[in-house]
């Protein structure tokens, strides 16, 4: 079945990313891979995911640098994150240890994050 929904042409049901992932779950099925078409939308779409890739490769390298540049880091509340991630400061208190493993647990009620480490996290999410 994945190997049909590789045949068809760029305006058939499945999009490329779909058919991408399918053939990178399933590589036997490139042998199936019979229209010329199908095979250059599926490179249009490797190439596309390679430049997101490169995108976020360059973001995290910028960020490390600012990183040594900047030995200080500026420790934010709850609010202050919730503010910046455009949530709740609930949402925040709620989801630290999963979402946003990088909070330190300052006392009972009190949680910290660090500045550099939540503007990473908001510029990865941008360029994803």
Same mark, same amino acid.
């Given at each position: 079945?994945?190997?049909?929904?590789?045949?068809?042409?760029?305006? !058939?049901?499945?999009? /490329?990313?779909?058919?991408?992932? !399918?053939?990178?779950?399933? /590589?036997?099925?490139?042998?199936?891979i019979v229209n010329s078409e199908s095979v250059a939308v599926l490179q249009i779409e490797v190439a596309s995911r390679q430049i997101k890739l490169a995108s976020?490769?360059?973001?995290?390298?910028?960020?490390?640098?600012?990183? =040594?540049?900047?030995? &200080?880091?500026?420790?934010?509340?709850? %609010?202050?994150?919730?503010?910046?991630?455009?949530?709740? !400061?609930?949402?925040?208190?709620? %989801?630290?240890? &999963? =979402?946003?493993?990088?909070?330190?647990?300052?006392?009972? =009620?009190?949680?910290?994050?660090?500045?550099?480490?939540?503007?990473?996290?908001?510029?990865?999410? !941008?360029?994803?």
């Amino acid at each position: 079945m994945k190997a049909r929904l590789l045949e068809f042409p760029s305006s !058939a049901q499945a999009s /490329p990313a779909a058919r991408l992932d !399918a053939l990178l779950s399933d /590589p036997a099925a490139a042998k199936d891979i019979v229209n010329s078409e199908s095979v250059a939308v599926l490179q249009i779409e490797v190439a596309s995911r390679q430049i997101k890739l490169a995108s976020v490769q360059a973001l995290l390298a910028s960020i490390r640098i600012e990183e =040594k540049e900047s030995p &200080t880091d500026r420790m934010l509340t709850a %609010n202050e994150v919730a503010i910046r991630l455009g949530t709740t !400061a609930k949402w925040v208190y709620k %989801n630290w240890k &999963t =979402k946003l493993p990088f909070g330190v647990k300052v006392s009972a =009620k009190q949680l910290r994050f660090s500045e550099r480490r939540v503007e990473r996290l908001l510029a990865i999410r !941008a360029a994803a």
